[in-house]
T-cell receptor, first 114, second 114 residues
Framework: EAGVAQSPRYKIIEKRQSVAFWCNPI?????LYWYQQILGQGPKLLIQ????????DSQLPKDRFSAERLKGVDSTLKIQPAKLEDSAVYLC????????????FGPGTRLTVT | QKEVEQNSGPLSVPEGAIASLNCTYS??????FFWYRQYSGKSPELIMS????GDKEDGRFTAQLNKASQYVSLLIRDSQPSDSATYLC??????????????FGTGTRLQVTL
């Protein structure tokens, strides 16, 4: 079974620029999560999708972050404009397999904002 | 604010010894609990899940849960240098369903010495 795919793996941008991350879930997993992990901290949930509907986006900075999950499969997370404090690893996770509540992470995208 | 607390470490154990990692959580209604292993520069990897009081064993790993004390632990027997990583504790208020959401601790760094 293929895992969660993410791209790009690394991105360096200047502040005020925009950036987008892509995630492809494990086949059949209905729930998709985007997390932000700052160095030395645990992952923090940004947004959760169930199929193509948003379940929880309470911690998403909506003035600059947006996310969508078209057709209930792939998802994109966008930051516009980026700030220095957005430097982090952005992790996509999915769940909905044999044990519904277990979440599996993709490799992540390391974002550096200069 | 629901919190998950872990000692950041590093926890240093000699090869072949038992490593004991601990986690406490504040939300008494939490239902499911997870341990993730994260190597430096990599994404979290699920190694154990537990949702009933008591012990759950999987190979060299044992997860222990005490809901009354709001405490979950991970024991690693016969520790190997390859076990050196950061171990993240995560807590979910639900067993299943669209409202499932993980809150992570900051992780404990484990070093297994030769």
């Amino acid at each position: 079974e293929a895992g969660v795919a993410q791209s790009p793996r690394y991105k360096i941008i200047e502040k005020r620029q925009s950036v987008a991350f892509w995630c492809n879930p494990i086949s059949g997993h209905a729930t998709l999560y985007w997390y932000q992990q700052i160095l030395g901290q645990g992952p923090k949930l940004l947004i959760q999708f169930q199929n193509n509907g948003v379940v929880d986006d309470s911690q998403l900075p909506k003035d600059r972050f947006s996310a969508e999950r078209l057709k209930g499969v792939d998802s994109t997370l966008k930051i516009q404009p980026a700030k220095l404090e957005d430097s982090a690893v952005y992790l996509c996770a999915t769940s909905g397999g044999a044990i519904e509540y277990e979440q599996y992470f993709g490799p992540g995208t390391r974002l550096t904002v200069t | 604010q629901k919190e998950v607390e872990q000692n950041s470490g590093p926890l240093s154990v000699p090869e072949g010894a038992i490593a004991s990692l601990n986690c406490t959580y504040s939300d008494r209604g939490s239902q499911s609990f997870f341990w993730y292993r994260q190597y430096s520069g990599k994404s979290p990897e699920l190694i154990m899940s537990i949702y009933s009081n008591g012990d759950k064993e999987d190979g060299r790993f044992t997860a222990q849960l005490n809901k009354a004390s709001q405490y979950v632990s991970l024991l690693i027997r016969d520790s190997q240098p390859s076990d050196s990583a950061t171990y993240l504790c995560a807590v979910n208020p639900h067993l299943t369903g669209t409202a499932s959401k993980l809150t992570f601790g900051t992780g404990t760094r484990l070093q297994v010495t030769l």
